[in-house]
């Protein structure tokens, strides 16, 4: 038999199972950003009724969020989760292990490489420092993004409809004083990390330990991972925390680049 094209221009053939070919189309669309049925539907070509179909199912699996609002559409928390256990077996780990090495002999103190898997930061490789105090950590370690530099680095250059996703899955719990628990405080320190391309944990998820932490980015500018530098407070001090973010920058902007992303993110040049 021939084959027909659809609405959208889509080659029809017999081996090709339509419904996923068009939900692929619609979620491909959504990384642009929140949108509309009407938007959907000008733009892909397909009716109406087919398009929410598809929108209720993928939302029913958190691959698409309808923000109540607007009635927006955007993509949900688990295309993030996907996006993360790519690169847990890619090449991000082999791009920035001489980094690591390299932080740890500048500042000699922990390195640590995350991705963000289901809305929480996950540690892939770490570097220890060759000090006698130091961080105690373990690679496949799950913790919240809100509360960690690392965890900040990467929610402050995702859309702010997944980070409100994640806020609403996991929540905003506290750990120490210094732990961020409200939305309006998120909100103001992911704009200053935007500003100046680098987080800073300040005994937010522990007491005792500080962190610097810069986000790796890939195509489309997603963030999709983020390097720490972290101590002790007696050692980690603003001098030296100052110091860090410079270097930790230059590296993250580095490895961005081998994975095929010209880096060009808001604040990464102004420390």
């Given at each position: 038999?021939?084959?027909?094209?659809?609405?959208?221009?889509?080659?029809?053939?017999?081996n090709?199972?339509?419904?996923?070919?068009?939900?692929?189309?619609?979620?491909?669309?959504?990384?642009?950003?929140?949108?509309?049925l009407?938007?959907?539907?000008r733009?892909?070509?397909l009716?109406?009724s087919?398009?929410?179909g598809?929108?209720?199912?993928?939302?029913?699996?958190n691959y698409?969020?309808?923000?109540g609002?607007?009635?927006?559409?955007?993509?949900?928390?688990?295309?993030?989760?996907?996006g993360?256990?790519?690169?847990?077996?890619?090449d991000?780990?082999?791009?920035?292990?001489?980094?690591?090495?390299?932080?740890?002999?500048?500042?000699?103190?922990?390195?640590?490489?995350v991705?963000?898997?289901?809305?929480?930061?996950?540690?892939?490789d770490?570097?220890d420092?060759?000090?006698?105090i130091r961080i105690v950590?373990?690679?496949?370690r799950?913790?919240?993004?809100?509360?960690?530099?690392?965890?900040?680095?990467?929610?402050a250059?995702?859309?702010?409809?997944?980070?409100?996703?994640?806020?609403?899955k996991?929540?905003?719990?506290?750990?120490t004083?210094?732990?961020?628990?409200?939305?309006?405080?998120?909100?103001?320190?992911?704009?200053?990390?935007r500003e100046?391309?680098?987080?800073?944990d300040?005994?937010?998820?522990?007491?005792?330990?500080?962190c610097?932490a810069?986000p790796?980015?890939?195509?489309?500018?997603?963030?999709?991972?983020?390097?720490?530098?972290?101590?002790?407070?007696?050692?980690?001090?603003?001098?030296?925390?100052s110091?860090?973010?410079?270097?930790?920058?230059?590296?993250?902007?580095?490895?961005?680049?081998?994975?095929?992303?010209?880096?060009?993110?808001?604040?990464y040049?102004?420390?």
């Amino acid at each position: 038999m021939g084959r027909t094209k659809s609405r959208s221009g889509a080659v029809k053939g017999s081996n090709t199972i339509q419904s996923l070919e068009r939900a692929i189309m619609i979620l491909e669309y959504l990384r642009k950003g929140p949108t509309s049925l009407s938007e959907l539907n000008r733009e892909l070509g397909l009716h109406k009724s087919t398009i929410f179909g598809l929108l209720q199912t993928l939302a029913k699996h958190n691959y698409v969020h309808q923000e109540g609002k607007t009635g927006h559409y955007s993509l949900g928390y688990r295309v993030l989760a996907l996006g993360g256990a790519f690169l847990e077996n890619c090449d991000l780990r082999q791009a920035a292990a001489p980094y690591l090495q390299q932080l740890v002999d500048e500042h000699r103190e922990t390195v640590h490489l995350v991705i963000m898997e289901d809305g929480q930061v996950v540690y892939v490789d770490k570097i220890d420092s060759s000090q006698s105090i130091r961080i105690v950590s373990r690679i496949g370690r799950r913790l919240p993004a809100h509360c960690t530099g690392v965890g900040k680095a990467i929610l402050a250059f995702l859309p702010e409809e997944t980070v409100k996703l994640i806020v609403k899955k996991h929540g905003l719990p506290g750990f120490t004083a210094n732990t961020i628990t409200t939305w309006e405080e998120l909100v103001t320190e992911l704009a200053r990390i935007r500003e100046e391309g680098v987080a800073f944990d300040r005994e937010e998820i522990e007491e005792g330990l500080c962190c610097v932490a810069a986000p790796i980015v890939g195509y489309g500018h997603y963030p999709v991972g983020a390097l720490s530098v972290s101590g002790p407070t007696l050692r980690m001090t603003e001098d030296k925390m100052s110091c860090v973010a410079k270097s930790l920058k230059e590296v993250a902007r580095e490895i961005s680049r081998q994975m095929g992303q010209n880096v060009k993110l808001d604040g990464y040049d102004r420390i």
